[in-house]
């Protein structure tokens, strides 16, 4: 199964950017990279996925290594909001994620 | 759009009896997926189904089975239920024949316990 390696915790201030790192040494030439997110008690919820090239969206920026076996998810200005586990997934498919333990990050007030 | 629904929202059984929870997908979708997240720990994929058949499967035994309907609707049923299988199962939805790869929709899940 697809293996991604992230910090298990971290902790960041309201208002401040937040880059969660993910490394990914064995992806392969098709596999996106997917960022999903899990607040307490809910589903996870789709943040951010690419392929080769930075990405932004409304909710978050992703930025891609050169060679692909790194990325990083970027929340420009934190929010109370954003407290949740965040999951870093390599895929060929949206149908079958495999998800690891992920990073939960915790915002200060 | 109702997003994914999934019913029950919370079931308890006793050990050895069967369970069947189910989920609708989100609108437009074909393809619905399933996850076991025990407390504390990352989804783990269950199986997926489209075309009404299923098309991959995790590592999980043949207790383990599912179903889908024409309107792409799903049920997961699980036979001789353990302690082990309490966990939250969630649904997860997707449209196969996007032009590139997309997000799954995930529902706010089944808590299931066993005793």
């Known amino acids: 199964d697809a293996k991604t390696t992230q910090p298990n915790s971290m902790e960041s201030n309201e208002e401040e950017p937040v880059h969660l790192p993910c490394n990914h040494s064995t992806i392969s030439g098709t596999d996106y990279i997917h960022w999903y997110r899990q607040l307490p008690s809910q589903g996870p919820e789709y943040v951010i996925h690419?392929?080769?090239s930075n990405v932004n969206n409304r909710m978050a920026s992703l930025a891609i290594a050169e060679d692909r076996k790194s990325s990083t998810l970027i929340l420009h200005r934190a929010t109370l909001r954003d407290a949740a586990v965040y999951y870093c997934?390599?895929?060929?498919?949206?149908?079958?994620?495999?998800f690891g333990q992920g990073t939960r990050l915790t915002i200060n007030p | 759009d109702a997003g994914v629904t999934q019913s029950p929202t919370h079931l308890i059984k006793t050990r050895g009896q069967q369970v069947t929870l189910r989920c609708s997908p989100k609108?437009?979708?074909?393809?619905v997926s399933w996850y076991q997240q025990a407390l504390g720990q990352g989804p783990q994929f269950i199986f997926q189904y489209y075309e009404e058949e299923e098309r991959q499967r995790g590592n999980f035994p043949d207790r383990f089975s599912g179903h889908q309907f024409p309107n792409y609707s799903s049920e997961l049923n699980v036979n001789a239920l353990l302690l082990g299988d309490s966990a939250l199962y969630l649904c997860?939805?997707?449209?196969?024949?996007?032009?590139?790869?997309?997000?799954?929709?995930f529902g706010q899940g089944t808590r299931l316990t066993v005793v």
């Open positions: 690419g392929l080769t």
């Open positions: 609108s437009g979708h074909d393809t």
């Open positions: 997860a939805s997707s449209f196969i024949g996007a032009a590139h790869n997309t997000e799954a929709f």
């Open positions: 997934i390599f895929t060929t498919a949206a149908q079958k994620l495999v």
